[in-house]
């Protein structure tokens, strides 16, 4: 087995999370789709569809390294919000836990000098940089819209919100 026990038992839990942030996703696009916010809701769509794939691949890795998947209980995910920046501060401070959550993972590896998981991890930390990023742009411009979600859906539309390494500062990808 190329997993500790230790190890083994936080990716479960962090699969877990990954699920239940998928659920939360689901949850804060159904909200702007039921306002009828076709890419508001279509990214928190994309955002939940991310979020399984990486629970995916966490769990690819426990059975690639030889240890046992049990995935936890998720917790509900909330259901209601009173307006559009809340849906989105609580994306942000999600990616904001879950960079917390991805840093702590790294830590073990490094200290069981566990360099394959350090190299499976290595790509979720530079991913949560994309994550946080994305999340804060779509915070700002929520709030600059002063409550004009039209606008907000409307400019999402022409300007989607870009990783940084995928765009020069300014400019939106093809």
Do not use: C
Request: no cysteine; hydrophobic share 45%.
């Amino acid at each position: 087995m190329l997993i500790s026990k230790e190890l083994e038992k936080a990716i479960n839990a962090q699969i877990g999370r990954e699920f239940g942030a998928s659920l939360q996703y689901i949850n804060i696009a159904a909200y702007f789709d039921s306002d009828d916010l076709p890419t508001l809701a279509g990214f928190f769509y994309r955002q939940a569809d991310e979020e399984h794939m990486h629970a995916m691949k966490f769990l690819h890795y426990v059975v690639d390294a030889g240890g046992s998947v049990q995935i936890p209980a998720i917790e509900a995910p909330r259901s209601e919000f009173r307006a559009a920046d809340e849906a989105a501060q609580l994306a942000l401070e999600w990616e904001m836990e879950v960079t917390r959550q991805i840093n702590d993972l790294m830590d073990r590896a490094i200290q069981q000098n566990d360099h394959i998981a350090q190299d499976f991890l290595r790509w979720i930390v530079t991913e949560q940089l994309e994550e946080i990023s994305t999340m804060e742009r779509l915070l700002s411009i929520i709030k600059r819209s002063k409550d004009n979600l039209l606008f907000v859906d409307d400019y999402l539309s022409r300007n989607p919100i870009v990783p940084p390494e995928a765009a020069p500062r300014g400019e939106a990808a093809a």
